[in-house]
């Protein structure tokens, strides 16, 4: 069985100002963090790098000056987050294994991580990451409090996300288009096939912010 990872480095980074996955942490781009933590595990075979149209061709430089042999497609994005999936996602002609949607600006995720998800993924065919909410947690309307939201079965998503190959092509298939989804798992959700959900890692933080990246800094 193969394994598969799709790191997704597409978004405008509207929030951050700029195209933050290209953003130099240390003198390296923020995303080529992210790819070569699947470039180093073991059970990853191949990797696909889904990026904006006019940036395919700065990061072939890039695979290449790291040395990112894993890496054999870069394909350009979609308009959504998950058209850039199904991009990367069609790339894959294989039905059987195991593939894994991760995002370009969360630079940290472990290995242990990935180990331990491909592992639950055989079992699952279906599994996330997350971590749960310590913060009371107040839903509102034009500012006002409308209720307290109990917190005790909520987590906070994380990537990367382990899927059935197969399992996510269909679900893919069969996702009505004009839906928006912020994740791979919601679309599972949506037709009512299960997810199952572990605790994930604090130190895998999403780049959202330019105030994110001195803890990023300082970590990497």
Not at 60 to 67: A, E, G, P, S, V
Not at 105 to 122: N, T
Not at 192 to 212: A, H, L, M, W
């Amino acid at each position: 069985m193969r394994n598969y990872a799709i790191v997704v480095a597409a978004g405008k980074g509207k929030r951050f100002g700029a195209g933050k996955q290209f953003h130099l942490i240390h003198g390296i781009p923020m995303f080529i963090y992210s790819v070569q933590s699947f470039h180093h595990n073991r059970h990853i075979h191949t990797i696909i790098l889904v990026v904006p149209k006019r940036k395919i061709e700065t990061t072939t430089q890039l695979i290449k000056r790291f040395k990112l042999e894993k890496v054999k497609k870069i394909v350009a994005g979609g308009k959504r987050r998950q058209d850039s999936v199904l991009k990367g996602l069609n790339q894959l002609k294989r039905q059987s294994g195991i593939v894994l949607i991760h995002d370009g600006v969360r630079p940290l995720v472990a290995q242990s991580l990935i180990d331990k998800g491909i592992k639950l993924c055989k079992r699952h065919k279906a599994v996330i990451f997350g971590t749960a909410i310590d913060d009371t947690v107040k839903e509102t309307k034009n500012r006002r409090v409308v209720r307290t939201v109990p917190r005790r079965n909520l987590f906070l998503v994380q990537t990367p996300q382990f899927f059935d190959i197969k399992l996510l092509k269909k679900a893919f298939r069969q996702t009505i288009k004009f839906d928006e989804y912020t994740d791979e798992a919601a679309i599972l959700e949506a037709q009512s096939i299960p997810v199952y959900i572990f605790q994930g890692q604090r130190n895998n933080i999403k780049v959202t912010r330019k105030e994110d990246l001195g803890l990023i800094e300082k970590l990497l």
